[in-house]
């Protein structure tokens, strides 16, 4: 809702940039307070920079491996073979 997530590049860096609508921009904001509170945590993505476009914010994030959906995936994955391997010994 409001928000598509492109990948793009800061100084160099491979980054996430999440561009949000306006009027969103008070829960981006949010958002940006909340990862600027937990840089350095190994689980939260990092917060870089953010600018502002006509109807649009645009937040740079780190950039992660892998999309939400994969690890989800992997994560299931990893719980059902840790799960039938536990039950066939």
């Known amino acids: 809702q409001g928000t598509v997530v492109y990948k793009g590049s800061l100084h160099g860096r491979g980054v996430a940039v999440k561009r949000v609508l306006l009027e ?3 829960i981006a ?3 940006m307070d909340l990862l600027i ?4 945590h190994p689980a939260i ?5 953010r600018a502002r476009d006509g109807a649009f914010v645009y937040l740079a994030l780190e950039l992660c491996v892998c999309t939400l959906a994969d690890f989800i995936e992997h994560q299931a994955h990893a719980r059902a073979h840790t ?3 536990t039950h066939t010994h």
């Open 24 to 26: 969103f921009v008070e």
């Open 29 to 31: 904001e949010t958002e």
């Open 37 to 40: 509170r937990s840089d350095g």
């Open 45 to 49: 993505v990092r917060y870089f920079d």
């Open 83 to 85: 799960h039938t391997h």
